[in-house]
């Protein structure tokens, strides 16, 4: 949305940007639009020393220089990769703010889009963008070409801030240091309610991937199915096992009720397919039960809500997951009840409460999240 007036937003966002002339306010944030999110949580596991409360502010400031050429940028009040986190039986401390991207989009070539500089990462691979969690960015060139029925995209970086030792990819078989050069190319097709996609990435020197992926639409006798599959496989250089995943799942809404299921399964060598968790060649639907980066394993996701109000929506989410011999993990599951409010469009929170078992131990979990949109 446009800003025709200041707003903390607004000066957060102008913050990231210095002016060769001096200007009026009023001039300045011209064309300019704000967006953004800011977000709280308070995680509680029982029989750990993860209690903490988590901060994050992110605000996306984009001004049109001219017809064609277009400046973004992404201010993170946190971090980029972990959000503030404070113990909660340690001092309040400070966050820390970042740049986290800034870069210049130039669509002066019909249907095309070509951003300069630095941005997210946004493959199916990684996480560019997250209102709480990490994200991947890195400076670099991206371009991508709308023909109809098919986008294509290709990217090029020559500095991440991938890591394999940072705790946040799930990455054990090679080293990412941040410094590979990485070249990426994605492919989608929609025709009518159906989507395919398939990409390729590559760490030079490190690690080759690809996935490929469909999705569809379909209303069946007043049942509105959302059904997904894909299939993701990393090779590393210097690491000869196969890391593959594979999952399949749908959501069904009818009327105010709502059912979600699914199942993923990993190969007995290896199952690092995401440089992040939460990726869409991971998996990671629910809550602490999470396939990703876990070999010879299967996971199942389930869950059913109902729409109480306009505004509450209070749901039953279980997962299972199964480790094979040849596992480099545990069995765990988990089941817990949610509450989710959405006080207005650009407000929601939820409540959370339930049991996670690993290796036959139990613990109690609990957390509160809240988040505004502007």
């Known amino acids: 949305m446009k800003m025709t007036k200041l707003s903390l937003a607004t000066i957060i966002a102008i913050g990231s940007i210095s002016c060769a002339n001096a200007q009026n306010l009023e ?3 011209k064309n300019v639009e704000i967006s953004g999110t800011a977000a709280y949580r308070y995680n509680d596991y029982e029989g750990a020393s993860d209690a903490n409360n988590n901060y994050k502010i992110a605000t996306n400031l984009k001004s049109s220089i001219n017809d064609d050429l277009t400046f973004n940028s992404r201010v993170i009040i946190g971090d980029a990769t972990n959000p503030a986190s404070l113990a909660t039986n340690g001092a309040d401390t400070q966050a820390d703010v ?10 002066g070539v019909q249907n095309t889009i070509i951003t300069a500089g630095k941005q997210g990462i946004a493959t199916p691979f990684t996480i560019d963008r ?3 969690g990490n994200e991947q960015t890195g400076t670099g060139l991206v371009a991508t070409t709308n023909l109809g029925m098919v986008s294509l995209t290709g990217g090029y970086f020559n500095q991440t801030n991938l890591s394999s030792t940072d705790g946040e990819a799930p990455i054990t078989s090679g080293t990412i240091t941040g410094g590979e050069d990485v070249y990426f190319a994605t492919a989608n097709l929609t025709v009518e309610n159906v989507t395919l996609d398939a990409t390729y990435i ?10 490929v992926g ?4 379909f209303d069946v006798a007043g049942v509105a199915l959302n059904p997904y599959a894909r299939y993701s496989s990393i090779d590393f250089d210097n690491y000869a096992k196969d890391n593959t995943l594979w999952k399949i799942g749908t959501d069904a809404q009818m009327g105010i009720f709502g059912a979600y299921v699914a199942y993923g399964q990993t190969d007995e060598e290896g199952g690092e397919t995401g440089l992040d968790y939460s990726s869409d060649t991971g998996m990671d639907d629910h809550w602490r039960v999470t396939l990703t980066g876990i070999s010879d394993a299967s996971v199942v996701y389930a869950s059913v809500n109902t729409q109480v109000t306009d505004a509450v929506n209070v749901s039953i989410n279980y997962s299972d997951l199964n480790a094979g011999s040849m596992s480099n993990d545990k069995d765990q599951n988990e089941i817990y009840g949610q509450v989710s409010y959405q006080m207005s469009k650009n407000f929601k929170t939820f409540a959370r409460f339930g049991q996670y078992e690993y290796d036959g131990d139990n613990s109690n979990m609990g957390r509160l999240h809240a988040q505004y949109s502007f």
Do not use: C, P, R, W
């Open 27 to 29: 001039d300045a944030i």
């Open 98 to 107: 970042s740049l986290s991207e800034v870069n210049f989009a130039y669509s």
């Open 130 to 132: 997250d209102a709480m």
């Open 202 to 211: 590559s760490l030079l020197d490190t690690l080759d991937g690809f996935t």
């Open 214 to 217: 469909a999705k569809a639409k």
